[in-house]
């Protein structure tokens, strides 16, 4: 876990960053020390299994939605702000939908309240098929522009363990995933919904059918973006962030 080099400030909100399938707490790096710099606590997280995270990985949402209550608890943090990506997101729904006085605002990026996954995408990661990892790039990336330094999902779920024992678990979780549908109706807190408009994971339209059922929730559509929003469009993403969090 990482909290940016600072101490906890009880006298400040807390903000949860969690990460997508697969993926490690790095995914952040263009966002830890702006939230920092902005005033708040910031808690980057590998979800177990993952990165530094000892243990097996969650094989289902709730676990880890009950994982981060037991994290709080450990750490004597009353109330979060939960960034999540992805299938972040997914907990972040189901965290505060469960734990709303835990729930101080959620932020879903690239997110939707269910996320089916392709049975093939599950097979080839189950197999430790690296085939897996790029048949996600393509479906997360299609469209938008190339990184400089090449593509970071790569960097991190770079060998047939991370992929069979650490993707392939989440991806089951996030299509097991069924309370969605349930968990939209019972989010009562500030919520922010931020999509890209070339995302074939979650396309715009189906993050829209989403979000128009949460009370109190507004939407920002990046243009030009992906799936992967926190890397393609991170100060797009950072600015629509900050303004709803300084709102009281």
Partial sequence: MSTSGKDIDKNKSTILLIHGSGLTHIVW??????????????????????????????????????????????????????????????VAIDFSSRYPELTEKIILVAGSNKMPVNQDLIDLAEAGDEKAVLLMMKWGYEGSKAFIGGNPVKKIVNSARDIREV????????????N??????????????IFGDLDKMVPVKVGLKMSNQIKNSETKIISDCGHMIIFEKAFEMRKFVKEFLIKS
């Fill in 180 to 193: 969605g549908e349930e968990a939209i109706k019972n989010i009562n807190c500030p919520t922010l919904c």
């Fill in 29 to 90: 790096s263009l966002h830890e020390q702006f939230y920092v710099s902005q005033g708040f606590n910031v808690l980057s997280v590998d979800l177990p299994g993952h990165g530094n995270s000892e243990g097996p990985s969650l094989d289902s949402i709730e676990a880890i939605s009950d994982w981060i209550k037991s994290l709080m608890k450990k750490i004597d943090i009353s109330k979060i702000i939960i960034i999540g990506h992805s299938q972040g997101s997914l």
């Fill in 167 to 178: 993707l392939a678990v989440d991806l089951k979780a996030c299509n097991n995933y069924k």
